[in-house]
């Protein structure tokens, strides 16, 4: 792994902030599982203050905020705030905010909708898309009646998809947000969600990166049942080609685990390492193979229902992109399942099959 620099060793405790550049502040709030927090930050100006993200909709989670809102902000208000994408620790607590400041919220609008269209209960998984989905990807039909389950799970600990302001205001790649006398500059990637904005400072040289860019895990790019032919891992390196143009010298300041400075470090070690799975899927493939066969190959330990949703997903977006480079090919055969075959003439001479990554200890849930 890429050496990183990194200027704090701790994360600020809950219900407190701590300035990590002139006008900027980082604040944590807790999350279940092994990831445990997200990062959200807070960007000082005239008047008040904007928020960006808000974490999971959960009442601890409020608590927290009220603490950061008496204490924190030095009696002013929050007066907007910015959802990077519209997963649940990021817009969770955007209505409850936004309805206490009576401030706009902030999103990209392909974050926004498809915020709204999950919002407010129900599941993706008990219907026949879903079933067909992923059935073609290998599992068996039983396991739709588990993934229920997990999604009752899943509204008790707050990612389920939360109630969401009633209004918007758009944002768009290259738009400038004056705040506090800086100019931020929306830097819109895709991939990992559909129109994911990261906010840049040239004057501070700092980028809020939200789950585009994280200095160790991986963000989860998957194919999901809602939309089955998707290709979001093409949208995900194609949006970290983009961003390697940024300055080599920024603070990148991101939603999980710590602050650091290497970014164009890191986006090419995140390129290397989908391209290093393609590969190793490639090599597999040589023998026509489901998604689900292909878990090996990406994935260390055993997943359990709600984690091997996750790994389904990102195996397909792979495949999904060696598809589109004309390196796999796909068919649907008699019991349903959609096998891939390797067919670039190529691959012998580029294969190395003792020379790749470890395979993952497991999808984080980003």
């Known amino acids: 792994m890429t050496d990183l620099e990194y200027p704090w060793a701790e994360h600020p405790e809950p219900g407190t902030t701590l300035e990590v550049a002139p006008g900027v502040r980082w604040l944590t709030m807790p999350m279940g599982g092994s990831l445990n927090h997200i990062n959200l930050y807070l960007l000082e100006d005239r008047d008040g203050w904007w928020v960006v993200d808000t974490g999971l909709p959960l009442p601890d989670v409020s608590a927290l905020w009220e603490t950061v809102f008496e204490r924190e902000l030095g009696g002013r208000p929050v007066i907007g705030v910015i959802c990077t994408h519209m997963h649940p620790d990021h817009v969770g607590q955007s209505h409850y905010i936004t309805e206490r ?85 929306v830097v819109v990637g895709s991939g990992h969600s559909p129109e994911h904005a990261c906010l840049y400072c040239p004057a501070l040289k700092v980028l809020l990166s939200g789950d585009q860019i994280l200095p160790i895990i991986t963000s989860n790019v998957s194919v999901h049942p809602t939309e089955p032919e ?30 650091f400075y290497g970014v164009r470090e890191r986006l090419r070690e995140l390129i290397s390492h989908h391209e290093d ?38 195996a397909i977006a792979h495949l999904h992109l060696l598809m589109h480079k004309n390196r796999i090919e796909r068919r649907l055969d008699e019991d349903g399942h959609y096998r891939f075959r390797s067919i670039d003439p190529d691959l012998a001479r580029r294969s190395h099959p003792d020379r790749h990554d470890a395979p993952s200890d497991g999808p984080m849930l980003v």
Not at 114 to 141: E, I, K, L, T
Not at 240 to 253: E, F, I, M, T
Not at 278 to 283: D, F, P, T, V
Request: glycine share 8%; charged share 25%.
């Open 277 to 314: 799975r393609m590969l190793a899927i490639e090599e597999h493939c040589v023998t026509p193979a489901t998604a689900k066969e292909l878990l090996p190959v990406l994935f260390a330990r055993e997943l359990d229902p709600r984690q091997m949703m996750m790994a389904l997903g990102e």
């Open 230 to 259: 998707a290709n979001p891992l093409k949208d995900w390196m194609e949006s970290h080609d983009r961003l390697l143009k940024l300055p080599p010298d920024l603070l990148v300041l991101p939603a999980h685990n710590l602050p």
């Open 101 to 185: 400041f009576h401030c706009p919220l902030y999103m990209t609008r392909a974050e926004y909708y498809q915020a709204r269209a999950f919002s407010g209960g129900g599941n993706n998984y008990g219907n026949w898309v879903a079933r067909d989905f992923y059935v073609r990807a290998g599992m068996p039909a039983a396991y739709l009646d588990e993934l229920r389950r997990q999604w009752e799970k899943r509204s008790s600990d707050g990612m389920s998809m939360p109630q969401m302001p009633a209004g918007y205001q758009r944002l768009e790649h290259g738009d400038v947000l004056d705040i506090g006398g800086q100019t931020w500059q």
